[in-house]
């Protein structure tokens, strides 16, 4: 079983900042992408950024030279830094990753995404 565990939302006033981490656990062969996407009341859910096994970034316009993703492969963990916060940030940030996983005993290997649970940034005016 893979398990993410997301953490770092919270309440913050206009203009700060919030880190968010998340931790990927379970039998995992190899983590391939790992991003965040955020979801705010009455609208669909959207990218914020992504980040490959090599370091590879991409950001959705809205906050790219704003926020920051970075990974730690040792560690399993994806982090987002988020700077200079706005009102319109207020979401549920989740967390998702594709993983190789190992799913026979002959070696077989299959990619699967999956999702945290979201955590929630509130960004006050």
């Known amino acids: 079983q893979v398990q993410l565990a997301e953490s770092g939302g919270g309440l913050v006033e206009a203009g700060g900042s919030l880190g968010l981490r998340c931790a990927v656990s379970g039998s995992i062969f190899r983590i391939n992408v790992m991003g965040w996407y955020r979801q705010a009341p009455g609208k669909q859910r959207e990218l914020v950024a992504t980040?490959?096994?090599?370091?590879?970034?991409n950001y959705a316009g809205s906050v790219k030279g704003r926020f920051t993703i970075s990974r730690d492969n040792a560690e399993n963990t994806v982090y987002l830094q988020m700077n200079s916060l706005k009102p319109e940030d207020t979401a549920v940030y989740y967390c998702n990753t594709n993983v190789m996983v190992v799913v026979n005993i002959e070696g077989a290997s299959r990619n699967i995404e999956y999702w945290g649970k979201g955590t929630l940034v509130t960004v006050s005016s």
């Open positions: 980040i490959g096994s090599g370091g590879i970034t």
